[in-house]
């Protein structure tokens, strides 16, 4: 059995055609470079939304079969190969069984396949107890139409769209990074309401004839410190009106800190959001340029246009520059250029990607090139060099062409000084203005 497994981890890692279709799997539910994703998120967006109009309309309305087999079979099955697919990418059983066989006969020690299978299938089950995973799980679930109490499990399918619609994920991810703050406020609100819940109970369940249960105490703090107010359960003695009044300022309290802190949250993220627009429509487009810094060499490249450029983001790690290179209305993020990181964010397999490396530190410049190539060589690398002598570094580094302003300028000056004639006529030629 060991060894039939093992053939197999073997054959599949070998196999250019399952990785092909492994990766493919894999960009188009996780990569948003990849074409396909954009069709691919709008068609489970379209499922989503037809299988809650279908639940919708059924309440009242007989629904014809057609209809019926498309929710039962269609959505539910192409949901059940989603979810099967990203257990699958999640990661990869044969690669890990190499990997193991490949240490135990390097150290010399009795290869476990039951290590690797554990230790694979622990990573599998801990991403089926993620919360994403459980609601593309109960998804599937309205698919065994039996059960009826299994239809209300087509609500959970809205929760799908937290995945594929970009502005609610952006707007969640927003709350996450003010778990503390937000989780401490829950508390807090828990807290009030559980208080003023029992107290309300306890004062005037015998006086009150619209409270029976404790449950009707708690649905009445959490309506009045809401500040909803329905009116169906109201306190009848002063000391029930006074538990109202401080609830009622609390509930306004709690609304007011709750917002103040999502505002400051998205007041921080503001910029970055704007930023990852502009990665994303740069990434839409078939050629663009990145420019990596924002100085003397960049504005003049800018001044050199006689037709504005349409695709391409100023990079620089001043803010200062960042809001100038704005100012100047052009497009700029603050960004800095020589981490992987950053330039990984572009597309480079699908677009035609230009840099132009312009700081003014030749280390920078070298860095940009060394990770742009790095990621890949396609990528066209045009480099200011300042010190000559370090041509040669630019050029193992992967270097497309070179600029070197520095030796330019000195040339035009010695030559202004020693023969002013040739001079202007350089100078004509290059600025395109007659010398008469």
């Not at 949901?79 to 257990?87: D, I, N, Q």
């Not at 040669?392 to 002013?420: C, H, S, W």
């Amino acid at each position: 059995m060991k060894e039939l497994l093992l053939s197999f981890a073997l054959f599949l890692h070998r196999s250019a055609q399952y990785k092909a279709v492994k990766a493919f799997a894999k960009t188009l539910l996780f990569d948003t470079n990849n074409p396909y994703k954009r069709y691919f998120d709008l068609t489970i967006i379209f499922l989503v939304i037809s299988s809650v109009l279908i639940l919708i309309y059924e309440v009242k309305n007989p629904v014809p079969a057609w209809l019926d087999n498309y929710d039962i079979y269609v959505v539910s099955f192409i949901f059940a190969v989603e979810y099967l697919l990203r257990l699958w990418v999640h990661n990869d059983l044969s690669e890990m069984m190499i990997k193991e066989y490949n240490d135990a006969k390097f150290l010399g020690r009795e290869f476990s396949l039951y290590t690797v299978l554990k230790k694979g299938l622990v990573a599998k089950l801990k991403y089926m107890v993620t919360p994403s995973a459980i609601v593309d799980l109960l998804a599937i679930l309205p698919a065994y139409r039996p059960l009826r109490i299994l239809r209300v499990f087509i609500l959970f399918r809205v929760f799908k769209l937290l995945r594929y619609t970009k502005s609610i994920k952006q707007f969640v991810d927003v709350l996450v990074n003010k778990k503390f703050e937000l989780l401490t406020l829950l508390f807090l609100l828990l807290f009030i309401v559980l208080t003023s819940g029992i107290a309300i109970y306890i004062l005037e369940a015998d006086k009150n004839s619209n409270i029976h249960t404790l449950f009707d105490g708690i649905y009445w703090a959490i309506v009045t410190i809401s500040t909803v107010g329905y009116g169906d359960i109201s306190p009848v003695t002063d000391v029930g009106r006074a538990i109202s009044i401080l609830i009622i300022v609390s509930g306004i309290a709690m609304i007011s800190f709750v917002t103040s802190v999502i505002v400051s949250a998205f007041s921080e993220r503001l910029n970055e959001l704007k930023e990852y627009r502009i990665i994303e429509q740069m990434n839409k487009s078939k050629s663009f340029m990145l420019i990596c810094g924002y100085g003397q060499m960049t504005k003049m490249f800018f001044r050199q246009q006689r037709q504005p450029l349409e695709h391409y983001v100023i990079m620089d790690t001043d803010p200062t520059r960042v809001e100038a290179a704005k100012k100047d209305g052009y497009i700029a993020i603050h960004e800095d250029a020589s981490s992987h990181k950053t330039l990984s964010r572009f597309d480079a397999e699908y677009c035609d990607v230009t840099i132009l490396c312009l700081t003014s530190s030749d280390v920078e410049n070298i860095y940009i090139t060394l990770n742009a190539k790095s990621i890949s060589k396609s990528i066209k690398v045009i480099a200011r060099v300042n010190d000559p002598e370090t041509i040669d570094k630019f050029k193992y580094a992967g270097a497309d062409e070179v600029l070197l302003p520095n030796l330019v300028a000195n040339t035009m000056i010695y030559t202004a000084i020693r023969q002013p004639t040739m001079y202007k006529a350089i100078h004509a030629i290059l600025t395109g203005k007659s010398i008469a």
